[in-house]
């Protein structure tokens, strides 16, 4: 594989080439692969480094890396102390901290100073009602600024926050919130989408009585504007909160593994599991990549396209440690038309612009030539992420969006709260690959019997521990959850799940998640394979293709979503099979293909093929409630009768 070079680097001053220049000398580092060697090899000065060159606040001491046989036992940063809210609050000035917009049009701006008042007035008002240190704050809400300072106020008091976007059902809401025991309640009145205005105040007495830890319930409108806000139970409004002028402006330095956050895997499997991750861990991996990597700097405007419910998310707040400017968007990034995000892009003048693979390619699809409309002279970094970006919307971003930019493809997970393999300045961008693995982390590519291998597909693995690797995951006792999500195929080495290659050029081609892919007469079949090809033909959307059991073999069964005005029929089977076998080969030939309404994804907008997987072989499914369209999923159940009736004859 030797894809197209799309873009080499211009720019000799980024923060990556000062970070290398200011190490000393007698480490002879000459480029990337030099520098991620000796980040590897030599954790503690390396991470000591990061410490020091990104400006974090807080008390270093101690040695940096405390090193165990174990995986799970090495130590960073274990005697330092820091406060994650101090971090993202050093800046008190007028400009520019949140920037708000909706697909509604509605803007709020908080500057820093306005920031960091509402956050310490928030803090002082939960300090007199009782949390403290390792409480649970939990969050129904939509992608606004209070949403932020919610969880800023949290974290300055060394509480614990957990959040879900508030288009989450009640069970799903229940099933992530009643295993870690919140004190606090924290939710909208309601929130658009795709032009509807949706009443989240309904669910509030059903959540509250199923989860009896619950002490206080607090509202935050979502206009913001409301302070008499009528509902039928007792609750605070943090209108009111703010409007008074007692704030708690200490920031106590808790460890720097101290608990922050609980994120979630997607509960397609079972009952949600609660990630803990650490403050301290989650805030250096973020300064990293911001600060390395993604080339922040103070005053930067820093966007992501994402939900509360999404890791995304987790890692946009932390630019605000980086002195940067955040822009928050709640609601469909398609409404009121499919430009909106880029006409906020150039009117705010950002210059960090992230997205999900999947909106890529719905306006690759729907062939919108943003750069007709927009200079974006601002915008230097466009990253994507949430699945794979395939060849062809590499290509169409820099001919239809810009041709002078960085593309980041980026993946990690919810498990690190950051990147394994990521974007790098320093680096050419071909198309179709992730251009490195990120710096501290010990990334390679294995075969099933614990191998390195190049150039062939394998698993996505890292041979040592990185400092936001989770604590440990909520009432997981003897830590065997933790064990068998990450160290059950290779003996004390993390097994990410990730089916990948790394190729030629040093980067990497992710095929999709190891326990979807395929597997065709003996050979093992990446998903995002087919996907690429099928995705690129007119009449279709998108697609999602399964592995289907028999008694003595499998097949592949294709799923397909056409773009309006086109039908699925004869012709288009014919041509489906021949742009697989032309392009691929005979084994990704699916068996069967169905043209279906919708695909099944998590709130998140991942498509769930284990869970479609399940479905097609007759296996029993729980929790549809973490999928934001499970409707959908009666589709695939007549597909699971009809391919059952066809293999009993």
Avoid at 262 to 270: E, H, Q, R, V
Avoid at 389 to 418: A, M, P
Avoid at 582 to 597: C, D, E, G, R
Wanted: hydrophobic share 35%.
């Amino acid at each position: 594989m030797h894809n197209i070079k799309l873009w080499s680097p211009n720019n000799k001053k980024t923060n990556l080439h000062k970070f290398i220049n200011q190490l000393d000398k007698s480490l002879n580092i000459k480029n990337y692969a030099d520098l991620h060697n000796w980040s590897i090899k030599h954790k503690n000065e390396f991470w000591t480094n990061v410490w020091d060159f990104t400006n974090f606040v807080g008390e270093k001491k101690g040695k940096i890396f405390k090193s165990s046989p174990e995986f799970t036992k090495n130590k960073f940063f274990d005697e330092c102390k820091i406060n994650y809210t101090e971090n993202c609050l050093t800046r008190d000035d007028d400009d520019d901290a949140i920037i708000f917009h909706s697909e509604k049009k509605i803007k709020r701006n908080y500057s820093w100073k306005e920031l960091r008042s509402a956050v310490l007035k928030f803090a002082n008002y939960l300090k007199n009602n009782n949390i403290e240190k390792n409480d649970r704050i939990a969050a129904i809400l939509p992608n606004i600024p209070e949403t932020v300072i919610s969880f800023l106020s949290t974290a300055q008091l060394g509480a614990i926050w957990s959040s879900c976007s508030s288009d989450f059902g009640k069970k799903a809401i229940i099933d992530r919130f009643k295993q870690i025991e919140p004190k606090v309640l924290l939710f909208s009145d309601y929130y658009f989408y795709n032009n509807k205005k949706v009443d989240t105040t309904k669910i509030i007495k059903d959540v509250v009585y199923n989860i009896p830890s619950i002490e206080k319930i607090i509202l935050i409108p979502y206009e913001f504007n409301e302070t008499d806000y009528q509902l039928d139970f007792e609750h605070d409004n943090l209108c009111k909160i703010l409007q008074q002028e007692i704030a708690y402006s200490k920031f106590e330095k808790f460890n720097f593994n101290h608990p922050l956050y609980i994120l979630y895997s997607s509960g397609t499997t079972g009952v949600p599991k609660c990630i803990v991750h650490s403050s301290g861990g989650a805030l250096i991996q973020h300064k990293k990549e911001h600060v390395l990597h993604c080339d922040i700097n103070e005053k930067d405007r820093v966007f992501y396209f994402t939900t509360c419910g999404w890791m995304m998310w987790n890692w946009l707040v932390s630019a605000l440690a980086s002195k940067a400017t955040i822009i928050l968007y709640d609601g469909s990034p398609f409404i009121p038309n499919n430009k909106h995000l880029f006409e906020i892009a150039e009117e705010e003048g950002i210059n960090f612009f992230g997205t999900g693979a999947k909106y890529l390619d719905t306006l690759k699809n729907n062939k919108i030539k943003i750069k007709e409309s927009f200079k974006l002279n601002s915008l230097n970094t466009l990253a994507s992420t949430g699945s794979p970006l395939v060849n062809e919307s590499f290509e169409y971003v820099y001919e239809n969006i810009k041709s002078d930019i960085h593309l980041e493809s980026i993946s990690g997970g919810t498990d690190l709260v950051s990147c394994f393999v990521t974007g790098n300045p320093l680096m050419d961008v071909y198309s179709g690959e992730i251009q490195c693995k990120a710096l501290g982390m010990d990334v390679d590519v294995f075969d099933e019997k614990g191998s390195s291998i190049e150039n062939q597909k394998g698993e996505l693995v890292c041979k040592s521990s990185f400092p936001s690797m989770p604590l440990y995951f909520w009432n997981d006792h003897d830590n065997k959850k933790y064990f068998n999500s990450y160290f059950s195929k290779y003996e004390n080495i993390w097994y990410h799940g990730d089916y990948i290659e790394k190729t030629i050029n040093g980067g990497y081609v992710i095929y999709g998640r190891s326990d979807a892919t395929l597997n065709s007469g003996g050979v093992r079949i990446g998903t995002a394979e087919i996907y690429r090809v099928i995705e690129n033909i007119t009449e279709v959307q998108e697609a999602v293709a399964v592995e289907h059991k028999l008694k003595n073999d499998t097949q592949i069964i294709l799923f397909v979503v056409l773009n309006k005005n086109f039908e699925f029929n004869e012709n288009l089977r014919s041509k489906i099979i021949d742009e697989i076998k032309i392009n691929l080969s005979y084994k990704h030939i699916p068996s069967q293909i169905y043209a279906i309404s919708e695909i099944p994804r998590t709130r998140s907008g991942k498509i769930v093929e284990i869970l479609i997987k399940k479905l097609i072989n007759g296996e029993s499914i729980e929790n549809e409630e973490s999928l934001a369209n499970p409707e959908c999923l009666k589709e695939f159940e007549l597909v699971y009768k009809n391919l059952k009736n066809n293999y009993a004859k």
